[in-house]
C-alpha cells in the first residue's frame, strides 16, 4: 500500500467542484423521487411477464407459409441454383417460367451473397431490363435496416424502400418510407408498433403517411392485435442449454391468432396451429368494403381462406380451400438432396377455371465434398 509523502502535495479538487456539488444537491429532491417511481414502474412491468413480439413484417408469416395460393404457378418453371460458396454464402441462380395465361414466358438471373452481418440478393431479367435488388444491413441482434429496389422500363414501376426495423425486450418498432424524396420529403411513409401487454397479448399499430406532393397529406391508422398460447410446462422446465453447448430455441408457440383493423372498415384475422413437428394448419379471414367510384362498382364480400401444410421425409404438400369455391394444391416432392419436382393446381368452381403448373429445382455446388461437410451443407459419410 503506498503512503503520501510528507513532502509530496495531495492533488486539490477541481475548480467546478463547489458548483458541481451545489447543482447535485439542487436537484436530489427531484431526480430521487423520479428515480424511485421508474424503479417501481419498471419491475411492475417485470412482473407481467412481457415477451418479445416480433416484427410486423412476421406477424402473418406462418399463415403466408401454410397457405398454397402463395406457393402456387401455372405453366412450367424451372429453377437452377449453384452454390458457390458456404461462408460466405454465394449463389448463382438462374429461373425459367413459360406457358402461363396470366404471366408470359421470362428468364430471371440471380446471386446472394450473405454472411453473418450482411444480406444481398439481386435480379435482372433481360427480356424487360427490369432489376431488383434488395439489402439486409445487420448492426445488432436489436437492429437491422433493409433497402429495396425495383428499376423499370416502365413508368411509374421504378421504386425505392427503406425500411428499419428496432427490437426491444418488449418491442417492435418499424420505419418505412418508398420512394422518399429528400427535397420536400414527398413518398409513402409507414410507422408501426407493436408491443407486448402479458406472455400472450400484443397490441400495436400502423400508420401511413400519403405524401405524394408537397401540398397533398393523408393519413391512415390500422390496429393490430396478436395472441399466442403460453408455453407448456415441458418447456417452461426445461433445464438450461449446458455450458459450450448453443442457446435453446425461443419459445414457439402452438397457435397464434391476429387480428387487423383497417382505416377503411376492413377486418383481417389469421389464426395459425401447429398440429405437429409435421402438420401445419391456418385459417385466413378478410373483408372487402370498397364504396362506388370510377375504378368500379361498391363492394361488400368477405373472404375465408383454410389452408394445410404436410411435411414428409422427402415431400411438401400445401392445400386450401376458400369460401369462393376455390381450390388449391401445391406438391414439392424431393427425389433427392439436389433435385425437386413441383407439382401446382388450382380449381375455380365459380368461375369455372383452371390452372396447373409443373416445375423442377435443381440445386448444384462447386464445392468438394470434404468442403460441403464442413459447412454442415451434407452429413458426414
Excluded: C
Excluded at 141 to 149: G, I, L
Aim: no cysteine; aromatic share 8%.
Amino acid at each position: 500500500m503506498a503512503f503520501a509523502q510528507p513532502n509530496e502535495k495531495l492533488p486539490s479538487p477541481p475548480a467546478l467542484a463547489p458548483y458541481l456539488d451545489a447543482v447535485s444537491a439542487l436537484l436530489h429532491p427531484v431526480s430521487r423521487p423520479l428515480a424511485h417511481q421508474y424503479s417501481r414502474f419498471h419491475g411492475w412491468k417485470e412482473s407481467l411477464g412481457l415477451v418479445q413480439p416480433g416484427t410486423l413484417e412476421a406477424l402473418t408469416r406462418d399463415v403466408t407459409n401454410t397457405n398454397a395460393a402463395n406457393f402456387s404457378f401455372e405453366g412450367a418453371r424451372a429453377d437452377l441454383n449453384k452454390v458457390v460458396s458456404a461462408n460466405p454464402a454465394f449463389q448463382l441462380s438462374h429461373s425459367f417460367s413459360m406457358g402461363g395465361a396470366q404471366k408470359p414466358s421470362s428468364y430471371q438471373l440471380g446471386a446472394i451473397f450473405a454472411n453473418a452481418s450482411h444480406f444481398l440478393h439481386g435480379q435482372w431479367e433481360p427480356a424487360t431490363g427490369n432489376v431488383n435488388m434488395r439489402l439486409n444491413e445487420t448492426w445488432s441482434p436489436s437492429d437491422v435496416t433493409k433497402v429495396q429496389a425495383q428499376l423499370s422500363q416502365a413508368a411509374g414501376n421504378t421504386m425505392v424502400q427503406i425500411e428499419h426495423d428496432h427490437l426491444g425486450p418488449h418491442y417492435s418498432l418499424n420505419l418505412k418510407t418508398i420512394n422518399l424524396s429528400p427535397a420536400d420529403l414527398t413518398g409513402i411513409h409507414f410507422v408501426s408498433l407493436l408491443h407486448s401487454f402479458g406472455p400472450r397479448l400484443s397490441l400495436g399499430f400502423e400508420t401511413i403517411i400519403q405524401h405524394p406532393q408537397p401540398a397533398i397529406l393523408e393519413t391512415q391508422t390500422a390496429w393490430l392485435a396478436k395472441l399466442t398460447s403460453l408455453p407448456s410446462a415441458a418447456a417452461a422446465l426445461a433445464p438450461p442449454a449446458a455450458p459450450g453447448q448453443p442457446a435453446a430455441l425461443p419459445f414457439q408457440p402452438s397457435w397464434t391468432a391476429t387480428a387487423q383493423l383497417q382505416a377503411t372498415g376492413n377486418v383481417q384475422a389469421t389464426y395459425f396451429h401447429r398440429l405437429s413437428d409435421k402438420v401445419d394448419v391456418a385459417l385466413d379471414f378478410n373483408t372487402v368494403f370498397q364504396p362506388a367510384s370510377m375504378m368500379g362498382p361498391a363492394k361488400r364480400e368477405a373472404i375465408t381462406t383454410l389452408g394445410a401444410k404436410y411435411d414428409f421425409r422427402m415431400a411438401t404438400v400445401r392445400g386450401q380451400i376458400d369460401s369462393n369455391a376455390k381450390l388449391a394444391m401445391v406438391l414439392e416432392q424431393r427425389f433427392t438432396p439436389a433435385f425437386a419436382f413441383l407439382v401446382s393446381g388450382e380449381i375455380d368452381h365459380k368461375k369455372n377455371t383452371s390452372k396447373f403448373g409443373l416445375g423442377v429445382m435443381i440445386e448444384s455446388s462447386t464445392m468438394t465434398p470434404e468442403e460441403m461437410m464442413a459447412a454442415g451443407m451434407i452429413a458426414p459419410a
